[in-house]
């Protein structure tokens, strides 16, 4: 009896050393082939100038910028960054503003989420929640809902397509337009309306037959007479004809 006893406890103790070694086998190899998910680099306080031919066409800044290796590398900027474009001159063209940008190696597909912001040589404005740069293209695209507001109007909508440059753009479906103030309106001024300047107006035909010419105004320095009476008689052509009398004072005969 102690000798089966014996026997279950070392069958016992040996089934809990390969179970026992089995796991640590399993974590060995879990730790050999664990895939490190942290950045293969990061840098702090960026800035990526891009040229072409001797010409400097972007200025990139970020306050952080995050390297990841592996099948599909890219580049991710969890701070935000600032983008500003420049011609063959030289000359700022526009900029683009995020608070999370990632751009990818291959295919060179640049996108920036969260309040982005894009800003044209002509002073038009595009906000949205994601923008896709496709570099090979040179478009910028999105399927958010954008609002862009121009020097005269404000236009929201549901899709965008643009040139990299936000100069060429549209709506993909256009929501409504709004008519923009130009001019900022100070502390406790009301809106006025033009004021409606005075027109002359046509003078009805009565009015119109009473009105003296030049010709017929009396002369101030000449002395009027008073009429003593007038006498209507018929009319022997057109119109009517008047006739004053004038009465005569005569002294008694003495």
């Known amino acids: 009896m102690v000798n089966r006893i014996r026997y279950k406890s070392i069958a016992f103790l040996l089934g809990m050393a390969v179970l026992f070694s089995c796991q640590s086998d399993l974590q060995t190899i879990d730790e050999l082939t664990r895939i490190d998910e942290g950045p293969m680099e990061s840098v702090f306080n960026v800035e990526m100038v891009y040229s072409d031919q001797g010409h400097t066409r972007m200025i990139l ?45 291959d295919p060179e597909i640049f996108e920036a989420h969260n309040d982005v912001v894009v ?21 910028i695209y999105s399927d958010k809902f954008v609002k862009i507001t121009t020097e005269d109007e404000v236009l ?35 809106e006025r309306s033009p004021a409606a300047e005075p027109v ?21 320095d000449e002395e009027l007479t008073p009429a003593a009476s007038t006498e209507e008689r018929p009319a022997s052509g057109v119109g009517r004809e008047h006739t004053t009398e004038e009465t005569q004072s005569t002294d008694p005969i003495q």
Request: net charge negative; no cysteine.
């Open 156 to 190: 929201y909508g549901e899709g965008f397509e643009s040139d990299e440059r936000f100069d060429r753009w549209k709506i993909t479906n256009p929501r409504g337009t709004f008519q923009a103030e130009t001019r900022p309106r100070g502390e406790g001024e009301e």
């Open 119 to 139: 800003i044209n040589e002509a002073g038009e404005r595009l906000n949205t929640e994601q923008l896709i740069w496709n570099q090979k293209e040179e478009t």
């Open 61 to 105: 800044n970020a306050e952080q910028m995050d390297r990841y290796e592996g099948e599909e590398p890219y580049l991710e900027m969890p701070r935000g960054l600032h983008v500003q474009f420049y011609d063959t001159l030289g000359n700022k063209t526009s900029s683009m503003s995020a608070k999370y940008a990632i751009s990818y190696d």
């Open 200 to 220: 002359d107006e046509p003078l009805p035909d009565e009015e119109r037959s009473q009105e003296v010419t030049p010709e017929e105004a009396p002369d101030p």
